[in-house]
């Protein structure tokens, strides 16, 4: 296919089929905007997915793609991107399918840093099963499987990703549509595991459950948009800040007219992520939520560390795979 895309190129003949008002339809609004500005052929494109109601998105996009098994959607995509490296491989994936089902599979894809991008759509419940709690509902949060109240702690999974030492850790959020756009630009653009945490709004099961981040009269106050080599300052009127002693946070305001003390600044290109960890688990009511980049650097990826050519398979039999020298006969 020649000449510049459009949005609507990456439309479907399929029946988009999420519950009315799901955050995932601005999510699809907006990737598909960001696939037609890349300047990528749609067949170059390839879409994963695992379980849950994230997992419907390839569906929705015309490209090719995969809806695999619960949480093998990084395996599947690490096999595709070391056989096609040519390939623009994303996952699409939920906090129930990323979390739970597959999160060994996504930490394994982070670490070897395959040159993949995972959309983690976090509404923090199993929607498509309907609404039992999930590994990153927050304590408390009463579902059909915790009735009187989640007693476990949740994962946050920004932090699992920095922990696994990814290239490129981002978190955004469905209803900012400008700000999840340029985060979802920024991710296919960087060369390496990119992982971007967005969080989405279960109307049916966990509706409003990052209200206080995306209502216009609160958000101010709670959220922190994190912005390379500028101050960590957040607040209706920008006179808040989040600082550190012995990387312990804790916020600091001042009035008005007032000094304004020394704060401390983001910095997503440091080569350790001690930073950027503790502001990726800062969370309400005592610490403003931070979007944004949190990590963007450089590493070997896993196909310049992979030689692998497709041909040779063909030069293999799957009878001399099993017939190795290292075979013995047990006598009964």
């Given at each position: 296919?020649?000449?510049?895309l459009?949005?609507?190129?990456?439309?479907?003949?399929?029946?988009v089929?999420?519950?009315?008002?799901?955050g995932?339809?601005?999510?699809?609004?907006?990737l598909?905007?960001?696939?037609?500005?890349?300047?990528?052929?749609?067949?170059?494109f390839?879409f994963i997915?695992?379980?849950g109601c994230?997992?419907?998105?390839p569906?929705?996009?015309?490209?090719?793609?995969?809806?695999?098994?619960?949480?093998?959607?990084?395996?599947?995509?690490?096999?595709?991107?070391?056989?096609?490296?040519?390939?623009?491989?994303?996952?699409?994936?939920?906090?129930g399918?990323?979390c739970?089902?597959?999160?060994?599979?996504l930490?394994?894809?982070?670490?070897?840093?395959?040159?993949?991008k995972?959309l983690?759509?976090?509404?923090?419940?199993?929607?498509?099963?309907?609404?039992?709690?999930?590994p990153?509902?927050?304590?408390?949060?009463?579902?059909?499987?915790?009735?009187?109240?989640?007693?476990?702690?949740?994962?946050r999974?920004?932090?699992?990703?920095?922990?696994?030492g990814a290239?490129?850790v981002?978190?955004?959020?469905?209803?900012?549509?400008?700000?999840?756009?340029?985060?979802?630009?920024?991710?296919?653009?960087?060369?390496?595991?990119?992982?971007v945490?967005?969080?989405q709004?279960?109307?049916?099961?966990?509706?409003?459950?990052f209200?206080?981040?995306?209502?216009?009269?609160?958000?101010?106050?709670?959220v922190l948009?994190?912005?390379?080599d500028?101050p960590?300052i957040?607040?209706?009127?920008?006179?808040q800040?989040?600082?550190?002693h012995?990387?312990?946070?804790?916020?600091i305001?001042?009035?008005?007219?007032?000094?304004?003390p020394?704060?401390?600044?983001?910095?997503e290109?440091?080569?350790?992520?001690?930073?950027?960890?503790?502001l990726?688990g800062?969370?309400?009511?005592?610490?403003?939520?931070?979007?944004?980049v949190?990590?963007?650097?450089?590493e070997?990826?896993?196909q310049?560390?992979v030689?692998?050519?497709?041909a040779?398979?063909?030069?293999?039999?799957?009878?001399?795979?099993?017939?190795v020298?290292?075979?013995?006969?047990v006598?009964?």
């Amino acid at each position: 296919m020649t000449g510049r895309l459009s949005a609507s190129d990456f439309d479907t003949d399929q029946e988009v089929r999420w519950c009315p008002t799901c955050g995932d339809y601005a999510i699809l609004a907006q990737l598909k905007q960001v696939l037609a500005g890349l300047d990528i052929p749609r067949e170059r494109f390839v879409f994963i997915s695992g379980i849950g109601c994230a997992s419907r998105l390839p569906y929705y996009l015309n490209t090719y793609g995969f809806h695999t098994l619960p949480g093998r959607a990084p395996a599947v995509a690490t096999g595709i991107k070391a056989a096609r490296p040519d390939l623009s491989v994303w996952v699409i994936t939920g906090d129930g399918d990323g979390c739970g089902h597959g999160l060994n599979h996504l930490l394994h894809t982070i670490r070897r840093n395959v040159d993949v991008k995972i959309l983690l759509f976090n509404n923090e419940v199993h929607g498509l099963s309907k609404g039992q709690f999930s590994p990153t509902s927050r304590l408390g949060t009463r579902t059909r499987t915790s009735p009187e109240g989640s007693t476990e702690r949740p994962f946050r999974p920004a932090e699992l990703a920095l922990a696994a030492g990814a290239t490129f850790v981002a978190r955004t959020v469905d209803v900012d549509g400008e700000h999840l756009s340029n985060t979802l630009r920024r991710a296919a653009l960087h060369r390496g595991t990119a992982f971007v945490e967005i969080w989405q709004n279960c109307k049916i099961f966990n509706d409003g459950v990052f209200e206080y981040a995306t209502d216009k009269t609160t958000k101010s106050d709670h959220v922190l948009y994190l912005e390379h080599d500028q101050p960590l300052i957040f607040g209706k009127d920008r006179t808040q800040a989040v600082v550190f002693h012995d990387w312990q946070p804790r916020v600091i305001s001042w009035r008005q007219g007032d000094a304004i003390p020394e704060i401390p600044r983001h910095d997503e290109r440091s080569p350790r992520p001690t930073q950027a960890q503790v502001l990726a688990g800062l969370a309400a009511p005592d610490f403003p939520e931070c979007l944004g980049v949190f990590r963007c650097i450089e590493e070997p990826m896993f196909q310049a560390t992979v030689a692998f050519d497709p041909a040779s398979v063909e030069n293999h039999r799957v009878e001399e795979l099993f017939l190795v020298e290292d075979m013995w006969d047990v006598d009964p």
